[in-house]
């Protein structure tokens, strides 16, 4: 029901805006323009409502990555989360030992076990998101193999 509605929503002015360019392009007469105009308000109108939908998502999970540099690291905290992507990717962490990690992202992380810690990302702009990213730096016989990122 509710999807149906939200259909009409989008058909309504779809359908006044073919008529509208029917009227103005002199196609039909009066009469039967209202019906010639029903017929692509209908097929498009679920097109538009998909389309609609996709442009939200799309628009309310993207969020800009930027290069690591230490001092934004250090500095804007609960932003952290757009440096995360070029970390991971670009493997700067990768073969380094964790006073080298610390040197770099400073001391203010989590310990899960000696293998493992964490540093806060921020929120990670999206749907549904509402609790913060870490990015989890795994070692092995003290020196870093893995590096990823997860909500918490």
């Known amino acids: 029901m ?7 929503i989008v058909g309504i002015p779809t359908y006044l805006f073919f008529n509208w360019v029917l009227k103005k392009w002199n196609i ?7 019906f010639i105009a029903i017929i692509p308000a209908i097929c498009l109108s679920p097109l538009l409502y ?6 939200w ?7 800009p990555t930027t290069n690591f540099n230490k ?32 040197n770099l992202l400073g001391d203010d992380f989590y310990i899960y076990n000696s293998n493992h810690i964490a540093y806060q990302l921020g929120f990670v702009p999206g749907l549904f998101n509402i609790d913060p990213d870490v990015l989890d730096i795994y070692f092995e016989n003290g020196i870093v193999v893995k590096v990823s990122q997860h909500e918490t």
């Open 50 to 55: 998909i389309s609609i939908i996709y442009i």
């Open 2 to 8: 509710s999807l149906l509605f939200s259909i009409l």
């Open 71 to 102: 001092n934004e690291w250090h500095t804007n905290t609960t932003e952290r989360y757009k440096m995360s992507q070029d970390i991971i990717e670009s493997d700067l962490l990768i073969g380094k030992t964790q006073k080298e990690v610390s």
């Open 28 to 34: 039909g007469n009066k009469s039967n323009r209202k």
């Open 57 to 63: 998502f799309f628009t309310a999970s993207y969020y």
